[in-house]
């Protein structure tokens, strides 16, 4: 990618023009199959009917750093929320070709085949994160909680964007997923997947508001995670 295809969002935060035309394509496409909802775009915010009880959330390209620089760990993550509930998701992973989607009471599947959270055991389980890159202030309280994520958990990886986290987290890939200060964007398909996949999902309160704050994984690794967070984090 060329440098002149990338701007500066804000420090160490950056948009191409992907993700730009991406947005533009599924919000021109989703408006046009149905006029009367809502979008909530990562990059042009809000449009369509703001009236509407549903509303579609869209992140176009989640894990932009990733995408300029060549890691091929990047997805375009579209929610679908009525009166607050996330009731569709679905994230697409392109360079593995691979598409995840849950509906509310429907189960999370992956190319067609359903998928479930891990049973490993602790000392088996392997947790993805991501550092809150745009809040330095929050660096040194976030690195306590890394700390002891990696003393308790087999293992720790920040793979640098959330929805594919949480679908991998969903899928089994990742045991669990803790994050702090995203968007709604970011998570709103992904919490979902989660939980379809019978994982449990919570913000650092233990409610499921999404606040940008998230512990996400099967029931024991959750429990243990939520603590982490709970004496670190909170």
């Known amino acids: 990618m060329k440098r002149e295809d990338v701007e500066y969002k804000?420090?160490?935060?950056?948009?191409?023009?992907?993700?730009?035309?991406?947005?533009?394509?599924?919000?021109?496409?989703?408006l046009s199959v149905y006029p009367d909802h809502s979008f909530l775009g990562e990059e042009e915010g809000s449009s369509g009917s703001?009236?509407?009880?549903?509303?579609?959330?869209v992140d176009p390209l989640d894990?932009?750093?990733n995408y300029i620089n060549g890691f091929e760990i990047f997805a375009v993550s579209v929610a679908l929320e009525k009166d607050n509930e996330i009731i569709a998701g679905a994230i697409y992973i392109p360079m593995l070709d691979k598409?995840?989607?849950?509906g509310k009471g429907t189960g999370a599947y992956m190319n067609g085949t359903k998928i479930s959270v891990s049973n490993r055991p602790v000392d088996m389980a392997v947790i993805a994160t991501g550092f809150p890159?745009?809040?330095?202030e929050e660096i040194d309280i976030y690195l306590k909680a890394f700390r002891e994520a990696m003393i308790t958990f087999s293992a720790v990886r920040r793979p640098g964007a959330a929805a594919v986290d949480l679908a991998m987290t969903a899928e089994g890939v990742f045991d669990g997923f803790f994050e702090?200060?995203?968007?709604v964007w970011d998570i709103a398909a992904g919490v979902l997947l989660v939980e379809e996949?019978?994982?449990?999902?919570?913000?650092?309160n233990g409610t499921r508001e999404l606040d940008g704050n998230v512990v996400a994984g099967g029931e024991e690794i959750h429990k243990i995670l939520f603590d982490i967070v709970q004496r670190n984090l909170v």
Do not use: C, H, P
Request: proline residues 0%; aromatic residues 22%.
């Open 63 to 65: 894990g932009t750093k």
């Open 99 to 102: 598409l995840y989607w849950a």
């Open 180 to 183: 702090m200060k995203l968007s």
């Open 50 to 57: 703001q009236s509407s009880e549903y509303r579609w959330i």
């Open 197 to 204: 996949a019978g994982g449990i999902f919570t913000n650092f």
């Open 10 to 30: 804000s420090k160490k935060d950056f948009v191409t023009y992907v993700d730009k035309l991406s947005e533009e394509r599924i919000k021109n496409f989703i």
């Open 133 to 136: 890159f745009r809040y330095q």
